[in-house]
Structure formats: C-alpha cells, structure tokens
C-alpha cells in the first residue's frame, strides 16, 4: 500500500485516563503507558499505525505542555511544527480544529484525520483500508468517521446509526450517518448489535480540513474564528505567543462530537465506514487485563516488575510500579496497581467504579497522587 | 479478688507470627502489634491481664535478644532480672523451663504459668479464675493446663480430651487430662464439640516450678540438667555469659507439649481446667478482621492510618502501614496488608496461606522482607 499524499493525522494526545488511575495520572496519562505489553506506549504504537498512511512528517500531535518532553521521547521524528501545545485542556473541538486550520493554512487542500493516542488495534492492515476508504469519502466533501462493529452489546461506548450507502468512489462500505446515539441500556445495546447497523463511536474522524472548519462555523461561529485566529499567527514565532495568551482563556470546551459531527450528521454530510478490524480504548483495568491474559480467564498479568510479585492461585491483574514485594494469594479477577504514593484493589468487575475513586482522591486533597 | 502469693508468670515472647506478615516480621513480631485496636500491643495487653493474679514485679518474660528495647518500652515496669533473653530461639520447653528454673532458685516453692504474648481474652474476670482454679491443682502436685471450651469445630487447634474429675481442693471443675490431640480432621472436630469433652489447647501450663522441670527431667534428662546448669549460673553476673556460650548452642529445641505436657499426662499428672472464656490466638488475618469488625461481616477493618484508606462497596481488613494512598473498591472479604516494602492482598478465607507466601519470600531471597 502506498501513502496518501494529501493526508495528514492528528493526535490529540490528552486525556488522563483516570479509570486506569494511580497507574495513569496528570504526569504520566494512559497514552505514555505501555498498557499491551508490546514494548511501545500506546501514543509510539498510534504514531507507527498511522505513518505508513501518511508517510514521514505527516503527522501533528496536539498535547499539553508539560508532556512536551514525553512526546518528543516518544517520537524523536517530530519537529517542532509537528506539535501544537496547549496551554491548558480545552477539549476535543481545540484540539483538533487547531491543530486542522494550521495544517490548511500550510497546505489548502489537505485532509485530516484525527486518532485518538490511546487506543489499541492489532489488525493494522485492515485500519488502514479502512482509513483510506474514509479519506476518499472526505475528499468528496464529507466528513467521514470510522465506526466499529461491535462484537459485544458494550454499554460504556457510543453509538453510530449507520443509513443508505453514501455511493462515494474509492469508500463502498460509506454509509450516511443517520445520527449518533449516546450510550445505551443493556437492552438497548443487545438490539444494536442484533440490528448489525449500529456501530461503536470510536472518536476517529477524517475531513478535508476546510470543510471541518466550516462545519464548525456553521455551529460555533465564535469559537470557529478564534481558532482561525491562532491559526494565522501560529506559524509566525512572534506572534504565536501573544496569540495564545490573549484568546486561549476564551476558547469554549467542547466535544468534537457536539460541536460537530451531530450538527453535521443531521445535515446529512457525514459518512462512516465500519471498521470490521479489533479496537479497545483500554478503558479500564478489566480492558488491561483482557488484552494480556488474551480474553482468557483464570490468568494473571503481571504489568511492570515481574520479580517482586509473588502469586498463589490468583487471576486478574498486577501493575508492580514500586519496588515492594506484591504477594497475591487466592483471589480471582482481582485488580492490583501498586505505586509508590498509591495503591488500588479492586476486581475486573468494578474496574469502571475507579473513577469514583480518583474523585475521592480529590475531595480528600490528595491531589499529588492524582 | 486478691493476687497469689506464690505465683509468677512467665511470657514466652517469640513467635514471629508469619501468617501475619508482611504486618508481623522478625524485627516486629506479632506480640509487638496492637492487632485489636485496643491501643496497647498484645504483649501488653498480655502483661496487664496477669499482674491482677500474680501483683506487681512477678511476671518474666522471655524473649530475643532483638526484642528486648521493644519489649522493655512496653513494660517498663520490667526489672533486668525480669527479662530472659534467649541467645536464639530454642523453642517452648527451652523458654518456659529455663524461666521456672531461674525462679526456683529465686524461691523454691513457686508456682508459675506460662501464656503466649499474643493470644486476646476478652473477659478478664473469667480468665482470672480459671487461672486461681490451674493455681491450686498445681499447688497440689498437678501440672496444670486451661483448656478453651470450644465455640466452633476449628481444625486449627490441637485438642486436650478431658476425663474424670481431679478431686482437687480449689479446683472444682479441673479434670484428668486423658490425651493431647493433634488438630483434627473437619469430621473428628465435629464430633469433639458435640461430645463436650474436648477442649482446645491454648499452650498454657501452670505448675510448681520443681513438678515441671521433674517432669522434664524424665524425658528430657540432659535437656533437663542443661537448664539447671543455665540457671544455677543465672544470677551471677560473671557466670551467666560463659554458662550461655558453652551450653545454648547444644540446647534441645522440642515444644513444651512433646517434652512435658503429654508425657506427664501419660503418667497421670496432668489436669485441664475448662475455659469458659472468649479466646482467640489471633492466628491469621481473618481473625484480626474478626476481632475489630464484631464476627458481622460486610465491614472493613482498618488498622494503621484510617486517613489514607479510601473504601467503596468493600469489606474485610485494610492494614496501612505505608504512607500512601490505599483504595479499596468493591470487593467483599479482602485482606490488605499495605508495609512500606511488601503488599499482601489476599481474602480472608485464604488468610491461612500466607504462611505459604512467606516460604516463597524466603526462597526468593529477599529476606530483608521477612
């Protein structure tokens, strides 16, 4: 396969991962972990999925300040254009409407396509067909999105209704969007999967990015312009400073999906194209677990050093980040995350209530350990 | 109730406690833990339960040489001629005789009784009495022990089956010991607490310091004569240390139970006076978690700093001994043990394997840990 020349990614690389809290946390978020046991951090093994699409030096990671030395450890083959810093987190439409009117003011023409930095997918070869088909589909004016078809009634993703066949050259799985539904009850979900048009809204969308910002202008006028305003000084080093102090504060938080793939949905110019190839945003520990002990149970993954944990008829998971001893003795699908400054136990099955946890944390005022 | 006059106790204070660990190590042993949440350790709360009996300056303890500024900041009312200190380990009867022989020659006629540093009764009152009943059969010649009236077939304990009536003045309820059982099969330990003459061997004997190192001497002749050699030079400063170098390495290490107590029942000179007191040797974590939740389950225990622990939907025993963050989130019956250099996370029906893990520790090599 070739690369598409007119083709670039964005990789908001952002959010903390707090349901994989004390492992993931503001100074090490779940993207600079290795949460697969592969060797490369999840955002090294998203940068490496997307550059035989892109080429080299197509790529645009959108990351908070303070892992600005993370990321240029992670991917040595940036530069400095490569990477917009926040100043502070200002959600998904910043980060990726920023980082695609930059990139249009370098390059008029060019489609973006934004991947989220943490999530998992094994079958590369498919993600790529996949991708290429959503970039022709956005190269005849739609926005297009992946959405993934579900092998489970999962309750904790979105969905996507996929319509009639959008009829694009180069994407015959394209489907009209009918609309995009928010997680569902167990029933509800059972149904989607039984129904086969419902798809998992797995965050990746691919645009030309003048038809993304004009999608955005369309519902967020305001925030669309002060955008196109860092853009213009961005690239100019005396200006980008100034720029960012004076409307960053300004900038309104707010989901791409609400600002605009919904808006634009119901405008009939959006497309998916189902991704028929395995993807985990590894959003918790049972997720972790899972892709270690490869779905089987009555195993135990050991994350981290393996030396120090002593196990006895144990399954589930270990993450070893302190150098204790970690002695786990008959105890099934339980959760160990063993820190310097902070320990979980919990079991797969409540591994989604560790949110509630780090909001504990907060409240108490422990908030170094956060 | 007035104390007895002829009376001296003595404390074994050895045991490491190692289905405790990682809370009770070699350098904290169990007996130096406040596992009841009481605010004193047990060996305290030990040390207290017996000066009522025996008043003020009539209790030895014997110990590791390790041990002795711990134990002397727990009882600072200890003179020096108070503490035996072991120069290693030598087992019970080597604890126990050494200790009655010493006070024999102090004064020739007493009476002493030896309890375990960390076992817990609650009801002190009961204790006491029984205790007076075991005083007066020894004053008669007999080798007393407290058999625990059982409240539960326990497959952990040994048994001691009682027989007739002794007959002893003082005594009512003291009865000839027929046998010593080792700790029985589920079965067999059913059928004990059914009949009603079978009572746990909690390890406490109490004799005439001369009727049990005569006792000894018949079994154990040279373990015998070594003791009495030990303790004739005891009390001469000069003479202790040579006496120790030359003879504790050569001592026996054989449990009270083998060397005295079942031979002497054998020869019908020991008598069991039932305990109708709460007891409990506090002999894993579940235990502990029993002790401080009340027998109810559904609640979760927390020794150490309560402020780091953050529980949600969790039952069972958080230990916090490090100064982090420790969070617990749904999860029923587990135990927790949180050092600063070894994690235990196990549940409370699995607290008897710890043991286990500790022998792994050990075969690992990071003994510092132990």
Same mark, same amino acid.
């Given at each position: ?21 004390? *492992?993931?946390?503001? =100074? ?15 955002? $090294? ?8 699409? #892109? ?84 190269? @005849?004016?739609?926005?297009? #999105? ?43 979900? %059972? ?16 645009? $030309? ?6 999608? *955005? ?5 305001? *925030? ?16 980008? +400073? ?26 009939? %110019? ?9 993807? =985990? ?7 972790? @677990? ?7 149970? +009555? %195993?135990?993954?050991?994350? +981290? ?26 105890? %099934? ?14 079991? #797969? ?22």
């Amino acid at each position: 396969m070739t690369t598409i020349d007119d083709f670039v990614s964005i990789i908001p690389a952002g959010g903390v991962g707090s349901r994989l809290w004390p *492992l993931s946390r503001a =100074d090490a978020p779940k993207f600079l972990h290795d949460l697969t046991g592969s060797g490369k951090t999840l955002l $090294r093994a998203t940068y490496e999925r997307l550059v035989p699409l #892109t080429g080299p030096g197509r790529t645009m990671i959108v990351t908070g300040r303070a892992h600005r030395a993370a990321v240029e450890a992670q991917i040595p083959e940036l530069d400095d254009a490569d990477i917009v810093l926040e100043a502070d987190p200002r959600d998904s439409t910043v980060a990726i409407a920023l980082a695609a009117a930059i990139l249009r003011r370098r390059e008029p023409d060019v489609i973006v396509g934004s991947f989220a930095a943490d999530h998992v997918i094994d079958d590369e070869r498919a993600f790529r067909r996949v991708v290429a088909e959503a970039v022709a589909a956005a190269r @005849a004016g739609a926005i297009a #999105t992946i959405g993934i078809t579900p092998t489970e009634p999962a309750i904790g993703f979105g969905y996507i209704h996929a319509g009639e066949p959008a009829g694009v050259e180069g994407a015959p799985r394209a489907a009209v969007v009918r609309a995009f539904v928010e997680k569902p009850s167990a029933q509800v979900a %059972r149904e989607y999967v039984e129904g086969g048009d419902h798809l998992w809204n797995a965050g990746m969308f691919i645009a $030309r990015a003048d038809v993304l910002l004009e999608e *955005l202008a369309k519902g967020e006028p305001e *925030l669309a312009a002060q955008i196109e305003e860092l853009a213009e000084a961005w690239d100019e080093p005396a200006r980008r +400073g100034p720029a960012v102090d004076r409307i960053w504060p300004q900038l309104k938080k707010i989901a791409i999906d609400y600002a605009i793939a919904e808006p634009a949905a119901a405008r009939g %110019r959006l497309v998916v194209v189902p991704g028929d190839f395995d993807w =985990d945003d590894v959003g918790d520990f049972s997720a972790v @677990a899972k892709l270690h002990n490869g779905g089987r149970r +009555g %195993r135990l993954a050991i994350l +981290g050093d393996q030396g120090t944990v002593l196990a006895d008829s144990a399954s589930g998971i270990v993450v070893s980040q302190s150098k204790r001893i970690v002695s786990v003795v008959g105890i %099934r699908d339980v959760v160990v995350v063993d820190t310097p400054d902070a320990l979980l136990v919990t079991t #797969t099955a409540n591994a989604q209530r560790v949110k509630q946890v780090v909001d504990a944390v907060r409240r108490s005022g422990n908030t170094d350990a956060l």
